[in-house]
Structure formats: C-alpha cells, structure tokens
C-alpha cells in the first residue's frame, strides 16, 4: 500500500533527524529562549527581508490559528474566512472555543477576494444596529489554500489594502507554504508576505518536518505578551529547541524550498499522467495537490494498492480524489501510481 | 557550564531518537490512529492493569491539563487545586482561559488531604446560595508534587474515597511520573493510579522523551468525545505516530522506568552529599528534585559553574535551589557538582 | 411620529405595572425563590400540560439563549440554526463567546426543515474526520420566526422526531411565541411545545412586559444546576420577584393571549389595508408583523410621520420595511397608518 | 416576618414607580438610545464633573462586573481582588467563564491596600518566568466593600497611584455606592471616583431601582466598542428606557442620595442601640450594613420575628450577623427590631 492521501504520512526530512540526534546532548535552557530558536529567527527574518518582525514557534497548526486570532481580537469580534478555510472546516470550533464567531465566505477553489472582504465589513458597518452583530476585525485566508490554489500577487496585494483600509487584521495560514511558493506560476515571495500580511506562518508539519510551524507577527502592533499567549494555548514546548533545530535546518540551507520543489515535480508528473489519460481535475493547481476525478470502479481498483484521500462525490458515478505528494515521495513510488492510473 | 536547572535540557533518550529514526521512511495514518499509538496504549494499558481503560497521546502538559479538564467540567464548575499546582501556578490561565476557576487550597510541601478536599465541597453544598458560587467537581492533584514529595497509597485512597463520596472527578498530573513510582518510600504502581484516580497522565516531556504526555482516562463516563477535545485544543498532532513511537520506546522495555531510576540515583547522591556538608533542605524529597538551601555566597560561587534553578527566597541571607537530575545526567557531571559543594 | 418599527417602544402591559404597584412593598426573598415566581411557574406549567417540567425566569432572550445553550453544550458541540436566526443575527457573538459554534442553514421565510437538519447531522457523522469539525448536538428555531412566519405542527413534529433519532436537543426560541400561538392558522399549543422541544422559552418583552422571558426545561435530563449559569451568565435579579410578578400578570387571566390576539388583529387590519392597495409582500404572515414592500418614494412619505423598520432592500427601486403591531397599538394609530397608506 | 437581610426585599423607590407609570405609553427607540437614558448620562457626568466620560446603563452586578473586566482585559490578563470581592465569592465564576482570573488578596474588612497591589504586580514581572503565569492587569475593589466599610480617601489616592504606575485599571463596583457616600466618616465623592479610577459603576439595584446599574468609564481608552460588549453579555435590555427612567428619577432630585442617608440613619439607630446594648461587631462600619455578633439562642430568637442575614460562624457559640436597611426601612420596623434585641 503506497500513501498519496497527505504529506505527512512519514517521520521528517533526513536533515531534520540527522540535526535532533547530533544535537541531542546540547545543554540548552527551555521554552524557545534558545541558541537554535534564536537562530531559526535570524534565518527566517532574513528571508523575509523584515529584520523587526517577531518570529515565534509553535507545535501545530490549529494551535498557531487559534493563538494568533485570539491574542489580536476582543471578545465581540470575528474572522472572516473562505467557507473552505481550515477554522471553519477542520478544527473542531477552535476558534469560537476561545470566543470568536469564523464568518465563512463563499469561496472559488479556496480563494476570496478583496472585494468580498470589504462588502462584509461595510455590510458590518452600514447596518444601524451593528452593535447587534459580531464585528469582521480579522482576514484569514491560506496559501496555498485548502485546495491547494494560490492567490496571484496582485490579488493579495487587493486583500491586504482592502484590509488596511478597513482596519481588518490580515492573517496568513501557511501550513503548505512552501509548496505554494515554489510551484508554477507563483508570483508571491517571504518578503511579499511580510510586507502585505500582518501575521502569517510559515508551516513545518507538511513540509518536512517532525512538526512545527513558525508564526511571523510583521505588524508591531499586534506583538505585545505574545509569549503569554503561546504558553496558555499549550504551545510552548519545555524543550523549545526542537523546534529551532527543525526550522534551522529547514531554512539554512534551504531545504524547505528544495523539499516543496520536488514534492511539486512528483505532483507535476503525476498531474500530467492525468491530463494525458483524459482525466478532470475538481480544482486546477499547481502545487503538491492534486483533485482528480475518477469512477467508482477506478477509485476501487486504485483503493487497492494506494491510500488517497477521498475529497467530493461530484455526481452519482464520479468523485474527486486528493492525491498529495510530499520530500518522501519518489520518483518510483510515482511511477507505480502513473502506472495504476494508465491501466483504469 | 553545566544544567542541573531542570530535567528538559536535552534532546530525547537514546532509545527514542533511534526508533523515530529507523521508522522515519515507513507511512502511516496520521492524528493517533497509526500501529504504533495502538502499541503504546496496549503497553499502558498492560501496566496500568487496566484493560478497558481509555489512553490518548498529546504534546505537552498544559494542553493536556487543558483538555482533560474542560472535557469534564460543566461552565460553573472548578477544579480543587494545591496551591502549589501547576494549573494553579505556571499555566498562564489556561484552566480559566476555558472558563473554569482553579480553587486553591493551602498545601504542604505540595500536599493537599482528603479532609481538605471534603472540607472545600461541604462548604459549597452547606452554603444557602452555592448557585452563587463556582461548584467544586474535580480534584487535581500531582504525583510526584510540583516540589519533589509523594502521596502515600494510604492518602491517595483517602482523596480517592473522598472525591468518590463527594461526587468530585480526580485527576493525577504525572509530568514526572515515573520519578515518584521509582523513588525510595513511594507506596503506590500504575494500577493503583488506574484504581484511584478517573483521569491522570504519564508524563514524557519531563523524563526522556521530546515531548508528550500519556493521559488515561479509567473512568467510562469521561471519554465520550474526547478526541473531538484534543483537537480542538491543539494536542491532535498530524504526525500522531511520534507520540506513539516514543510511548512505545518508553514502555516496551521498561525504559521509562530505568529513565526514573537512574534519575533517582544521581538525585540521591547530589542529597546525601548535601546532608553530609550540612546543607539544609527546603522541602523533603526522594525524587529527582532537590531544594537545597545556600547563603548569597554559595549561590554565587555555583551558578559560575552550574545552572540551577532559584526556588524562593528563605531569609534575607540564603535562598532554596532546585536541583534537578534526568536520565541525561552523567556520574561525571554528578561529581564534578558534589566537588564543588564540597568546595563551598 | 408614530412607532410601528417594533413591538417593544412603550413600557409595560398596565396589569404589570398594576401589580408592580400594588406589591410594591412587600417584602419577599430574592433570586427567583419568592411566591410570586412559584405562582409564575405553577401557571405556566399547567398550562403546558407538564407538571414535571422546570421553569425559570430571565430578563432577555440574548441572556435567555445564552444560558441555556451554554448550560447543555460541551465544548466541541454547536447548535443548527436558520440562518435568520436570533443567535446567528443578532446577538453579538454570544453564543460563540461561550465557546460554542453557530450553525447556520439556508432557511425558507425563516424556517429550516427536519430533513436539513438530518443532512447536517448525517454529513458530520459521515465524514471519516468527524473529531475534526464541529458536533451539531443542538437545534434552534424560532417560534415564530424572525420574519414572522410559523411552523405547523406537523413541520415541529418532524423536526422534533429528527431530533430524538439523531440526538439533538430541540431549543425553541419564543420571544414572540403568543403572536403565534394565537395567529391565524397556528397549529400549535403550549403543551405541544411541551412535548416536542427540550427546551423553550415563552417571551415577556416583546408582549407587554417590562422585561422577562420565561425558560421551560421540559426534558429533566437538561435540568441540572440550572441556576448557576442563571447566576454565572448574569440573569439572577436580585429581586427576582419582578420577573414572578410579571408572568403572574400575564398568565393569571391569560392576559399574554389577549395582548397577542389584540396586536394579531391590528396587524390583520394593516395587512388587509396593504393587500387592498396592492402593495405585496416580502412574507406571507399571519402574525404581528408585516413586511410590505414599498418604493423609495413610499418609503419617505412614510418615515415623515411612521417609525417602520427598515428590513432589506428588495430591488433598485423597492424595499422592504417591517411593521409591528404590539399590546399599546390603538386602533387610532393603525386607522392613521392606514389613511397614509392610502394616500401613498 | 420583618426581614432586615438586605436591601432589595421589596419593590422600588415610590418616585421610580411614579415616572415609570407616567412614561409607560410613551413610544421611545430601545436599546439604550431614547431621550431618559440620554438624560440620565448627563446627570450623572454632570455630577461626577467628569463631562468627558461615558456613562451605559447595565441590568445588575455580576452582568456589569462582567461585560467591563472582559471588554478591557486580554486572554492572560486576570484581575487582583480582596479575598472578599463579589466578583471571587458570589458570582459563580462569570470572569472566569469570560476566560479571565480572578486574583484574590486577603483583605482587611474586606479592603485592601495599595502596596498590597503593588506586590502582587511586582511578584509577577519580577519572576523570570513571568509568562507562564496570569497577568495582573486590573484591580476591582469595593465601595462600600461587602463588609460595609469604606476606603478614605487616601487610601484610594494611593490605590489608585499605584495603578497607574504599574499599568493597572482600576475598577470599582459601587453596587452600593450611595449608602458608602453618604456615610459618616465617609471623604469619597462623585468626582473623586470618576478622577481615581478607569472605571466604575453606581448601582441602583440595592439603592431604590427595581434593577440596573450605571457604568462610568472614565478612562477614554477603554470606551471603543462598549455597546457591543453589552448586548453580548445580555446586559442591553430592548426597552432600555426602564433603565434611564429609573436612573433620572434617582439623580434628578438627589434622591439616590436621600435614600442612601435615610438607611444609613436606620442603620445608625440600630447599630447605637446594639452598642448601647453590649454587642460586639464583626466589622466596624458607618454605611446600611451592620455586623453584630450574637448568641445561638439570640438568633434563634430574632429568627422568630426577623429575617437577618448569617453571615460566618465566630466561635462555637456565637455568630455574626448581617443586618441590613435600605430607603423601604421604616422607623417603625427599626423599632420592633430595637425592642427585641432589648428583650434577647
């Protein structure tokens, strides 16, 4: 059985390991006040061209999301988010459990747009009786989104100056980050995300690492007592450090980004098969998702020697597939499945 | 300089960093439901005696008291505290952060009894407008203490059959279980905790593994849903498995035990050396913990060499410092720290 | 200027004012234990034809609903809603500042149906990662609806039977609930909502009284240490009387009918006067409040001499305004209205 | 039965009742916008000289207590309290279901002193780990506290210095703040509090309303959004003119005032005549509330003709307790109670 349902079915990329056991016997002191967070911090601030951000790190990713928007938000406040965001869809009310109402909003393969934005926010303000209402204070949008697509440039840069006009927070979930900066047609950068978001992190668990995700606060506003809150939603590790010594060794030599490229090259060959072979696709992307749609007999006889995740019945006959590749997918584990795929 | 701060300055024990690595390549399903999470519950639940009790893994200790206890309380309950506990003491306000008040109550070195507890609760009940006052329902108590100490079996059945008359949930912190089931004078096993308690946890965090914490909830009527918690708390980790693997290092060969036991040993011989100089103690312990007391001087004198940990302030001379041993300290650092009291 | 916009713009019914009076100095317990809140229950629960059920009084429906969701809810459930509803509309958040998500769903004139209700249960229990997204494990509805419109007895029996199958507490919102109980066309009675819902509230302010919206918990297993969270969510007057007083007022001698009947037969009058004139409808209702549509033109005309409600703007031209008719409307005010009407 | 338990047996100050009757079918806006709210602000700003500040109306004590300490605090932020404070004995844990902690203080008569908060904040930040315990960031006090006793001026100057020298918002509940005013001994005024501390309120509930409570927040910054935080909290009652009424009828003709001296003066009567009769007191205090200490057999007696209020054990054959008057207390009524602790 070869897993292509998500990219974290194996442990973390070599580097990683290779740096926990050589560093295992290090005396550091705890809780990410370490030489290896500090360094971390360096890299990722020099990446991002934004020497004065704060860099912090945490375990997962709903965690990261939950801490982010409640330390910025007052209790009559809400984020608005794709309907297909990961705090509407998957995190089990994480966000409304520390208080804030998600105001999904319909979304296009994963994405919103500015201007869905601000008619939410000026809906918000227009009403005589807003006090009634949860107030929109937050943007939450991913990259890549759930659906693996991306925003181009110029559309973030919309968002982000929707959001300044109207005092709206702009948070980035970055869980794929790197695969949606690497892929085709990509024309956003670190720096740009540092300049045109508030806060956005940097996701490790999907990308290579054991765990971990580093979350950059951009706007100095928003940077007081953050520490408090990381350590009240459970995400300050006593041994911090791993997390330091992970994201070094992501970002020294940058591995993040080399693992992203090839984890879209294994999708590039594997979405190509598909063109070929005359299959659909539910979204159309370019990173290291893929939403084929097969029949029921196809997905049956693929079930037998691949795990995918299912995604979408899209009619009675036919349904979409994710298939997600990742820095452990090989060239030969995808030749079997373009294989499997040739003989449906 | 060498760390005798606390017991998280290194990596992981041996046994776990070779496991994570030899099953690095291998696929799995994620969030806890992989082999290896299966195969640390059997091993738990095997020495907890305990067949039909519940085991889930989560990340660290403030997540994992968070989510236990707002699994559990209704909004206007709380939860009876030493108020020396850790929820009480060094969790940010995580417990009232889900809406609960911690209620303190005075310890001794770290120890609160069953009369105590019963106490508390008869005051609520016998109170004409209790409806007026957050309701006691659960008991957290920690084994060893915050402080190094150990309840006898004898007090713990005594908290146990108060909490039982009482209607009051008891739940067991075990950041440093294995410490007290392996110090001299400790009266009580795994199934005793599996007996007594409904809900506690196996630290692994504090005593060698990277991080993680083994919650076992033995009372049925406390696990409904409880996954759907987890998550929303942030403890659900994608790569589930890591927990496992390291439970499964930790309990397949009693490694956890001879983690403790060796702690233990070179805790002992840091203590006997201070008795022998004539240091006093702070608070009485077998475990891994020592609170010798030092002048201004000494203390001085050592934290050029060695970084320890300052307790509290005694008299306006001579303050307690923890001294903490793990499975990482060496009978050559041991030595290298007993010379130098003896040079005090 | 007259006020149509509401139902609530004068003080009090004058048989509550009455009552305040003449009790005015009598000196009673406090927080709901006083002879006149018995005296409230009592006539509250035979008229329900549910001698077991508990009643409580609160002072307003945000309050209302808050304490009752947040009383049956655990931390990872939500509760369904039309998405007209009063708890996804207008009240701030409340609900998800107790931790719990709102759940809207596409409503018809301001009802949802058994069968959508059945299509969420069955699509979180059916997904294989239900733990990672909201439990549904409540229902809300209006009775009668936001718009005004009313659910017949057998679209509450469904509902009702969908509930009890999928284990989901039925929540009956009644601020408004004797305009329907006495509308034209209502199928429903008190001992029906008795029998169907978990929970439900019969409302005072909004017909006749100062304040004041009585909860029934008809399902015992929901009744447990109610009274904290009336104390903890801040709806425990002191003088809890005042709430007692009230509801005997509008009970002893069905009073809460009569107003309603009043108000229905004012509304009756406008209604058919709009209908006559060809004005249409944004809903079809029965109850005390209408939606009739206008153009700007009308709109302006209006708003010299009538306080209406602005409801939704229908298209570029015409828009929608409520009018509502409440125990203090007069003939002379409606005969007023409907002489501008005429001359629109 | 005469009861003398506290200060909200019966219904409203006559001149309250008198101006709700006469506006009742007066058609006003809700929600706190009509014409006797906005007339009730300005007497109350014009008489705490602080034409500046912002004056909303709430329901009651635990709601207003509430909706301020969560609309200024962040998630780990919590809120220093006498041991004594309402908000840690009788509110059922609201700040913390609102996610905040209440810091107890031991107090003194149920005061505290400004170095006493000037010690707990400086504990916190001087600890290395200061971010893994609650931030103080507020203080909530008393006047008079819930023993009767009032802080002097001075003392609150240095309460109040303090704050603002550690960042600290001073809150002050003044649920019966006219009895504290009106006091002998009393050197606290209107503009005092509104100069002294951020924020506090000036309760109707036990002085004379039927309920409702007038929140001055004095402090610019805290003020955005205010009305939000009510109507989410339930605390924006639809027919808010009920609360700008009764608080017009209370400040229009100083009656608040009047009210406060007439119970103080019943009190003084009773208070002169247990000392006059040889009982010792719990509290010394000048304000409505007494605390004399009896025997088991005088209770038992006093209990055949009057309601007081136990207030806490004092040996094993005495008890304190509390005896309360309020504007409904005749000299006749203080009387018959005079008589029979003569006869005890």
Redesign the interface.
């Given at each position: 059985?070869?897993?292509f349902n998500?990219d974290?079915?194996?442990?973390?990329h070599?580097s990683i390991?290779h740096m926990?056991?050589e560093?295992?016997?290090?005396?550091?002191?705890?809780?990410g006040l370490d030489p290896y967070c500090e360094r971390a911090r360096e890299l990722i601030l020099e990446q991002c061209h934004a020497p004065e951000a704060e860099v912090h790190f945490l375990?997962?990713?709903?965690?990261t999301n939950?801490t982010a928007i409640?330390?910025v938000l007052?209790?009559?406040q809400?984020v608005i988010c794709p309907d297909s965001g990961h705090i509407q869809?998957?995190?089990?009310?994480?966000i409304?459990?520390?208080?804030?109402?998600?105001i999904p909003v319909p979304s296009k393969a994963g994405k919103i747009s500015g201007e869905q934005i601000e008619e939410v926010w000026r809906g918000h303000w227009e009403d005589?009786?807003h006090?009634?209402?949860?107030?929109p204070k937050m943007v939450y949008i991913s990259y890549p989104t759930e659906y693996g697509t991306l925003y181009s440039l110029n559309e973030l840069e919309e968002i982000s100056s929707v959001c300044r006009r109207c005092g709206l927070i702009l948070y980035l979930d970055g869980a794929r980050l790197g695969y949606g900066l690497c892929a085709k047609g990509n024309t956003l950068s670190l720096p740009d995300l540092a300049r045109l978001c508030d806060i956005f992190y940097i996701g490790g668990?999907?990308q290579g690492a054991?765990?971990g995700e580093a979350l950059v606060i951009a706007n100095p506003l928003l940077r007081e007592?953050f520490?408090?809150?990381i350590?009240?939603?459970?995400?300050?590790?006593?041994?911090g450090r791993?997390l330091g010594i992970q994201f070094v060794a992501l970002f020294q030599d940058r591995v993040y980004f080399e693992i992203a490229r090839h984890a879209n090259e294994m999708a590039d060959k594997i979405r190509e098969a598909c063109v070929r072979l005359g299959f659909s696709f539910l979204f159309e992307t370019t990173t290291n998702q893929i939403f084929p749609i097969f029949t029921k007999d196809q997905i049956k006889k693929l079930e037998k020697e691949f795990?995918l995740s299912?995604w979408e019945k899209v009619d009675e006959e036919r349904s979409a597939m994710r298939i997600c590749t990742s820095w452990?997918s090989t060239e030969e584990m995808v030749d079997i499945l373009i294989e499997a795929l040739e003989q449906l």
């Open positions: 059985m070869i897993y998500c974290y079915n194996e442990g973390a070599p390991l926990l056991e560093t295992n016997m290090e005396q550091t002191v705890g809780y375990v997962g990713g709903t965690q939950t409640s330390s007052r209790p009559h809400g869809v998957h995190e089990t009310g994480a409304e459990a520390c208080g804030h109402r998600v005589e009786v006090e009634h209402m949860v107030q668990t999907k054991l765990f007592d520490r408090y809150l350590k009240q939603k459970g995400g300050m590790l006593a041994k791993l795990n299912f452990a």
